[in-house]
């Protein structure tokens, strides 16, 4: 197999810097994949080319990859969905679809589709600017935690412990930028500091682990310095994940849940998940499961 990984545009991540992207060429070619990293940059989309079995790199035409793998998540820029929707027109296979990334990459729309589709999520707000805080408290309750619309890794969430607090991060805010678009988000106490990610390949969850914040913190990401154990993955675990993937048509997903005191809340879904702590909690080798899920999927791609 011949593929791409599809990484971010080089004014928004001028170096690759991917724990995930790293796995995935250092296992690609004992798992007989040739494979390099493809910026949307690089890329000629020239539709309705008069070469179907071929496209732009760089300025000379190549073979068409086998498969591309989108490694942009929530940092997705409009010439990087165009990318992958020109190659999924031209047959290549994408692992994810441009439509999924695009439901997928925005936290206020994520929190509408799982509601929507009956799924455990915190209440959530979309904040506009003057903010009613008696509607926030009445509705939301303090604490509360506040959230950009995308990022990941934990970047653009803070907990606010207390309604002044509330206050003054949204008073900042809207000094800097009154158009921000900023979600509030009830506070699950219960999951205070910690949360399970589970990795969903197509209709299975292969991998799970219980992720621990560093001391007295509130985020509990591997990439802060959380701490990172083996986690079951039960039924019913295993279900939730896979039905919140299926939500947003992603064939790989990392779902991040919150515990409850009666089973678990959905906290986000990434289109584009990291797993160096899944592979040190689980032992599974998630790169290698990648490579065999997409020789499976480029079968059933072609016929």
């Not at 035409?61 to 498969?67: A, E, G, R, S, T």
């Not at 154990?229 to 939730?240: K, S, V």
Request: charged share 20%.
């Amino acid at each position: 197999m011949q593929g791409w990984i599809l990484y971010r545009d080089k004014i928004t991540a001028p170096e690759i810097a991917s724990n995930a992207i790293d796995r995935l060429m250092e296992s690609a070619e004992s798992n007989g994949v040739s494979l390099i990293v493809v910026r949307p940059e690089q890329i000629d989309l020239l539709v309705n080319a008069p070469y179907k079995k071929q496209i732009g790199l760089d300025g000379r035409l190549v073979p068409l990859p086998d498969f591309i793998i989108p490694r942009t998540g929530a940092a997705t820029s409009y010439l990087a969905l165009s990318a992958i929707r020109h190659l999924e027109h031209l047959g290549v296979y994408c692992l994810n679809s441009a439509n999924s990334i695009a439901n997928s990459r925005d936290k206020l729309a994520q929190m509408q589709l799982l509601a929507q589709a009956g799924l455990p999520v915190p209440r959530t707000i979309l904040a506009q600017f003057p903010v009613n805080l008696a509607a926030v408290q009445q509705n939301i309750g303090i604490p509360a935690v506040v959230k950009a619309v995308s990022g990941s890794k934990g970047s653009g969430v803070h907990l606010c412990r207390t309604a002044p607090e509330l206050e003054e991060i949204l008073m900042l805010i809207e000094s800097v930028n009154r158009q921000a678009s900023v979600i509030i988000q009830q506070f699950i106490e219960y999951s205070l500091g910690r949360d399970v990610r589970v990795l969903t390949l197509g209709d299975q969850a292969i991998a799970a682990m219980e992720r621990r914040a560093a001391g007295s913190g509130f985020k509990a990401n591997f990439s802060r310095g959380g701490e990172v154990l083996p986690f079951e993955i039960t039924p019913e675990i295993g279900a939730l994940a896979v039905a919140v993937a299926k939500v947003f048509g992603l064939d790989i997903a990392g779902v991040d849940l919150l515990f409850d005191k009666n089973g678990f809340i959905i906290c986000e879904v990434n289109s584009a998940p990291g797993f160096q702590g899944l592979e040190k909690a689980s032992g599974i080798d998630i790169a290698k499961a990648m490579f065999d899920f997409l020789r499976l999927k480029i079968l059933d791609f072609r016929h």
